[in-house]
Each structure stands twice: as C-alpha cells, then as structure tokens.
C-alpha cells in the first residue's frame, strides 16, 4: 500500500487556469507539508498542517491555498497559474510536529505553458 | 536563520568504492535533526539516514553512515561498497525540534548528484 500519494502525478495546463493536487497519507500522521521542488531541484518548503490547523505558511502566494478535510488529506489548490509555478511539488507527512522524520509523496510535476 | 550547504553538485563514485558526500549547516540551536535523503530518477524522496544532534554517536544504516562533527556544523555521509542504485541526487536536510513557528519544517541544501560507475 502507497504511505502517501499524490494525484496527479503530472499536470499540464495553461497559464491563468486554476488547478488542484490531492494529497493522501495512509500512515496515521498528524502533520502533513506542501514542497516545492524548483528546476534547479531545490526543495523548499511551503505549508505544513498538523491536525487541521495550518501551521507554517513559508512566504507563498495567496494564489496558493492548502485545504484539509482531515488528518489524511492535505490538498493544494492555486489559482491564476502562472508561468514560474510550474515545478515538481511535494506532499509529506510526518508522525508528530516535533519529529520532523517525514514521509514523502511521488510528487506532482506541473507544467505551466 | 538556520541554512544548509552542500558543496558538492555532482561526484562520482565507481562501483564498489566507496564515496563522501558533505554537508555544511548553520543554527544557534543547540538541538536539532539532520537528515539525508535520497531522490533517484523516479523523483521519490527516500529517508536514508538520520542524526539527532544531542547523540555523539554517528548514525549509521547498512552500507551509510554519518561523520556528525557538531562543533564545527558538518554533516557528511559515506556510502560504502557503492552499488548501481545508489546513483541518485542526495540532499541534507535540518529541522528544529521545537513546536511551532517557522522552524518545523525540513530545510534542504541544493543537493549534491551521484553517478555510480560500472
């Protein structure tokens, strides 16, 4: 069984479309992130929930709004997409807000044209 | 704010050898996690290792192990008896313990990739 998974796993849309990516964790975590992985490969990280409550928003755009429905899901949802969204991101998950040992998702690559 | 260095963007390693990957970080904390993890060419993230910085003893799993020097802020990891499907991009990783804020999450160096040669 997948720990956590990611849909889709690869997105192509037009700039200015609004989109969503899913994010599930079978793994009984509390606390759950959003990262973004840039074509340079870096990683850096955009939002974390732990049991529902957001608990970091790194600096993101206001075009970018994480939802969750429950412990399990976390997903992402970005409005008015843009050209320099595009980029790889990544959902975790982790067992408690204070051991950050996380748990990764396939990742989504989405492709702004 | 706490940052990581990766010094190394690519290296190279023939099979069997074995191969160091650095790692530099920065923080006033005196406690904290470090980890390393490995992205192959199908992009999952994969935990390799991991480090808390109150244990003097070096972490190790199988064939990696961890050179955790916490005076001078290193961090490296040996892959020993290197094989083909370690060929990846790696990357070091630090996170605070502490609840809350904008120090629980994992910040990452740029990552450093490895080719494994036959």
């Known amino acids: 069984d997948t720990a956590v998974s990611q849909t889709p796993k690869y997105l192509v849309t037009q700039m200015g479309n609004d989109k969503s990516i899913k994010c599930e964790q079978n793994?009984?975590?509390?606390?759950m992130y959003w990262y973004k992985q840039d074509s340079k490969k870096f990683l850096k990280i955009m939002f974390s929930?732990?049991?529902?409550?957001?608990?970091i928003n790194e600096t993101v755009p206001n075009r970018f709004s994480p939802k969750s429905p429950d412990k399990a899901h976390l997903n992402l949802h970005i409005n008015s997409l843009e050209l320099g969204d595009s980029a790889v991101y990544f959902c975790?998950?982790?067992?408690?807000?204070?051991?950050?040992?996380?748990?990764f998702g396939p990742g989504t690559r989405l492709t702004v044209t | 704010a706490q940052t990581v260095t990766q010094s190394q963007p690519e290296m190279s390693v023939q099979e069997a050898e074995t191969v160091t990957l650095s790692c530099t970080y920065d923080?006033?904390?005196?406690?904290?996690?470090l980890f390393w993890y490995k992205q192959p060419p199908s992009r999952q993230m994969i935990l390799v290792i991991r480090?808390?910085?109150?244990?003097?003893q070096n972490a190790t799993e199988n064939r990696f192990s961890v050179n955790f020097q916490k005076a001078a802020k290193s961090f490296s990891l040996k892959i020993s008896d290197s094989q083909l499907g370690d060929a990846a991009m790696y990357f070091c990783?630090?996170?605070?313990?502490?609840?809350?804020?904008?120090?629980?999450?994992?910040?990452f160096g740029t990552g450093t990739l490895l080719a494994v040669q036959p």
């Open positions: 975790a998950s982790s067992q408690e807000i204070v051991n950050a040992e996380q748990y």
């Open positions: 480090q808390e910085a109150y244990k003097q």
């Open positions: 990783a630090y996170s605070s313990p502490f609840y809350g804020g904008a120090t629980n999450k994992l910040i």
């Open positions: 923080t006033s904390e005196s406690d904290y996690y």
């Open positions: 929930y732990n049991n529902k409550e957001l608990i």
């Open positions: 793994l009984g975590h509390d606390t």
